[in-house]
């Protein structure tokens, strides 16, 4: 799968949005491009995914850039439980199987 | 629909012994992948089964072994264990097992080695 790149870290105020950057500059046509996250103490949780267009559910929004080499996490309103690592990672839908592989992510840090 | 269990959530073992790691999946859950997570080395793969058989494997020793069982509770393994298996193991499991589906993760089991 090809590689992402995050920010190490990135700090927000609570109820303000946040904008999680991901640069994926080989990425394939092939390649969905998925958000987990990791609360403290827990199991990674799915976010969000998409492939070319702008993606939306209840807990975030996925901007696609249209050369697909970046893409943007967005929170809207951020709250202290969205404290977390994000991982930004790319799934080549070719390829079966569940693999995932996961990079360093970036540590959202939520002030009250 | 109850989540992604793991038992147990915590073992200490001493070098050299073998443990063994179950992980019982959403029901409907076909699919269970299995990872280790390390302050050093971060979340890596170590296998995936689907439908009783091992579909992918990550690059693990031998050591480290599991399986599938008709119910789709899975089980790994990993034998003479070592300082350096000191981890958190995380099971997750997905419906369908092929792109772009979502995973849900258990909680993991902390192993400590000594």
């Known amino acids: 799968d090809a590689k992402t790149t995050q920010p190490n870290s990135m700090e927000s105020n609570e109820e303000e949005p946040v904008h999680l950057p991901c640069n994926h500059s080989?990425?394939?046509?092939?390649?969905?491009i998925h958000w987990y996250r990791q609360l403290p103490s827990q199991g990674p949780e799915y976010v969000i995914h998409?492939?070319?267009s702008n993606v939306n559910n209840r807990m975030a929004s996925l901007a696609i850039a249209e050369d697909r080499k970046s893409s943007t996490l967005i929170l809207h309103r951020a709250t202290l439980r969205d404290a977390a690592v994000y991982y930004c990672i790319l799934r080549d839908k070719e390829t079966s199987g569940s693999r995932l592989t996961f990079g360093e992510g970036t540590q959202l840090t939520v002030n009250p | 629909k109850a989540g992604v269990t793991q038992t147990p959530r915590y073992l200490i073992k001493t070098r050299g012994q073998q443990v063994t790691l179950s992980c019982s999946p959403i029901?409907?859950?076909?699919?269970v992948s299995w990872y280790q997570q390390t302050p050093g080395q971060g979340l890596q793969f170590l296998f995936e089964?689907?439908?009783?058989?091992?579909?992918n494997k990550g690059n693990f020793p031998g050591r480290f072994s599991g399986r599938q069982f008709s119910n789709s509770r899975s089980e790994m393994n990993v034998s003479t264990l070592e300082l350096g298996d000191s981890a958190l193991y995380l099971c997750a499991s997905s419906s369908l097992g092929e792109a772009p589906y979502e995973q849900y993760f258990g909680p993991g089991t902390r192993l400590t080695v000594t």
């Open positions: 080989t990425i394939s046509g092939t390649d969905y």
């Open positions: 029901s409907g859950h076909r699919s």
């Open positions: 089964y689907f439908s009783e058989t091992q579909r």
């Open positions: 998409g492939l070319t």
